[in-house]
């Protein structure tokens, strides 16, 4: 699949962790968020995954089956060999995963997603960026979502970095419909969340919010 920077407008990052009890909860979730319209799905098993080996692949399956009748690119969070085994579109790796290089000397046709989380981060990255696809940028905002997140950097940290690369961005951390409005006019290609669609009431609603057609 050709990466399209389009396709970052609005990015749900979702794993068992983030879903109550059932973890086919995440596949009513990925089902509902892919109707509503979202632009890509990241499987992330992450943070208290409840899910042994065997029930990750099963899962990403399903949610690869999903995103496919949907035509919306699915990225694996720091996890290759899954990213193959589920035929997934992407990758997604943070500065201590997986280096770049070696996704793209073994998988030259997966795309490949990079958290950065601030000027300092791109500055001091390691990371061969010639063959990344896109940058996920933050945390934004405060987020409870993630274990050991880092510092929030605002809309004008995101801001920041995106002056200081070509490359798309995502910006990621505590966005939610009531504040997605303060990066109306950012220099970024979209928005990921977690909580603002897992947690949601309205998964049509809250995707609409955060495509900005609504606010
Ligand atoms: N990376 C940076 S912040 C974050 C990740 C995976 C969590 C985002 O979750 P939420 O609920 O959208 O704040
Ligand atoms: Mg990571």
């Not at 892919?34 to 042994?52: F, I, M, P």
């Not at 010639?130 to 993630?146: E, R």
Request: glycine share 8%; proline share 5%.
């Amino acid at each position: 699949m050709k990466f399209q920077p389009e396709s970052l407008r609005v990015y749900l990052v979702i794993g068992s962790q983030n879903v109550d009890d059932n973890p086919a909860e995440v596949v009513r979730i990925v089902q509902e968020a892919c109707a509503a319209g979202v632009t890509a799905v990241q499987y992330r098993e992450k943070d208290h995954s409840k899910l042994n080996q065997a029930q990750t692949v099963a899962l990403g399956q399903q949610i690869r089956s999903i995103t496919e009748a949907a035509g919306v690119p699915l990225y694996v969070d720091d996890d290759l060999p899954l990213a193959l085994a589920i035929g997934a579109d992407g990758i997604h790796v943070g500065q201590g995963d997986t280096p770049v290089t070696e996704i793209h000397a073994v998988a030259p046709n997966l795309l490949i997603g990079l958290s950065v989380h601030d000027l300092d981060e791109l500055a001091n990255s390691k990371a061969d960026l010639a063959v990344v696809d896109y940058l996920g940028v933050g945390p934004v905002y405060t987020t409870t979502t993630k274990e050991k997140a880092k510092a929030a950097i605002l809309p004008a940290g995101v801001a920041s970095v995106a002056a200081k690369t070509d490359l798309p961005i995502v910006a990621i951390g505590g966005i939610q419909t009531g504040n997605v409005v303060t990066l109306a006019g950012s220099p970024i290609a979209g928005v990921a969340v977690i909580s603002a669609i897992t947690a949601s009431a309205d998964i049509a609603q809250s995707v609409q919010i955060l495509m900005g057609e609504e606010k």
